[in-house]
């Protein structure tokens, strides 16, 4: 409801991506934001309303801008998701229903095994899509009936990835895939900021390590949207 209550489409669009940073605070990997939610601290709602402002430490928000209101709506999207909870539920999926309502078919990727607080492809498909299908949502309920909605597993069993070493299942599936979405301070900063990429690819997470931030010249919960665009062939 809160998505849709904002009118246009770069609204919209700025809406998800402010919900991806805090719902991505969920993070008991970081000690930083652990000892954050161990203090009662970290709710979704207030992270959302006292995110840093713009300019973010890495801030691509207006090439992504362009791209989704004068490009064409991607056909396939890969979103390889980070943390249970409502990193998941309150920041990616609303991201991945989002693009179901552009006519994107969306993929969520997620660890194979469980590492730290990381959702896993089992816990998607057992837990969280039939409690989306109950919600009997307009967008995302058809989506996951007729599949344009589904989990893989991504063959990680950490919460960094190496993109060198991913399950035959995914593999198979991003072979016509035009967008690719790396989240979480693990796989979209640490792992594979500088990643390049034959097709769109967004990469975007809250800082939850001092070095992180340091090694990127910005601060504690500063929030990092990294979009690259396909190269021109």
Known sequence: ADVDAKGDDA???????????????????????????????????STKDTLKKRPWCVDDFDALKTRWL?????????????????DVILGMIP??????????????????????????????VEHILPALVDLGDPILSPAI??????????GSDM??????????????????ADFVILEGMGRGIETNLFAKFSIDAMKIAMIKHKEVATLLDGEL?????KFDPAPRR
Do not use: W
């Not at 997620?110 to 492809?121: E, G, L, Q, R, Y």
């Not at 007729?146 to 991504?154: I, M």
């Not at 919460?159 to 016509?176: F, G, T």
């Open 11 to 45: 609204e919209r669009l700025m809406n998800v991506v402010r919900g991806c940073f805090a719902g991505n605070i969920f993070d008991l990997g970081a000690a930083e934001s652990a000892a954050l939610f161990g203090n009662g601290g970290g709710d979704f709602a």
């Open 70 to 86: 004068y490009g064409k709506p991607h056909a396939k999207a890969i979103m390889f998701v980070d943390n249970s909870g409502a």
């Open 95 to 124: 991201f991945a229903r989002e693009l179901l309502r552009r006519g994107t078919q969306v993929v969520l990727a997620a660890n194979s095994v469980p590492s730290i607080n990381d959702i896993t492809a089992k816990e998607l």
């Open 145 to 154: 009936a007729d599949g344009r909605l589904r989990v893989v597993a991504s």
């Open 159 to 176: 919460p960094v990835i190496d993109l060198r070493y991913l399950s035959e299942e995914i593999i198979n599936e991003a072979e016509d």
């Open 221 to 225: 919960y500063d929030c990092v949207v």
